[in-house]
């Protein structure tokens, strides 16, 4: 099933070609009109599906409705939602996490996405067995953090409700 971003948006991507296989490193959504304060906001999942420019997956759609249309308070001001993976391999069925599935840019990619983050999102749930890639993200935070705001979701996006998702870190 194939899923759109939401209106009004702008939507790039940086994807690569590594020993034969696909990665995406980072996907930006920006709307077309953001609030004047324009933040951006970072979410990172485990590693992507099929979203692209053109088309969104499950998991970007609902950070997107998530983010932009829901009217949280903690996204009021976010007009750019960066989306970053654990793993930058892009495959839907039997993910195992292995380091090739890294890619070769990808920590750089996620320390470049929260830098120009003031807010960050790990969305993953409580479902995620790739301790290593935790420990990487949790110290690249730990550098990072003065003045950023820290969130958790409570389930993987692709599984998410509406009710109760975004947690405090």
Known sequence: MRFN?????????????????RYRYRL???LEN???????????????S?????????????????????????FADVGRLIVVNQFAKIQTRNFQGLPQDIG????????????????IIA?????????????????LLATMMPGKRLY???KHPSRGKYAGFILPW
Not at 52 to 74: G, N, T, W, Y
Not at 104 to 119: D, P, V, Y
Request: charged content about 15%; overall charge negative; proline content about 7%.
């Open 5 to 21: 971003h939401i209106p009004d948006v702008t939507v790039t991507a940086d994807f690569a070609m590594e020993n034969g296989q």
């Open 28 to 30: 930006d959504v920006a």
């Open 34 to 48: 953001p609030p004047p304060a324009n933040a951006t906001a970072c979410v990172i999942m485990m590693n992507p």
């Open 50 to 74: 099929y979203a692209c420019v053109e088309h969104a997956d499950k998991s970007v759609q609902f950070m997107e409705r998530i983010v932009f249309l829901k009217q949280l308070p903690e």
């Open 104 to 119: 070769s840019r990808n920590n750089a990619a996620i320390q470049t996405a929260f830098a120009e983050s003031g807010i």
């Open 123 to 139: 969305a993953w749930g409580c479902a995620n067995p790739f301790h290593n890639r935790i420990a990487l993200i949790s110290e």
């Open 152 to 154: 958790r979701t409570s």
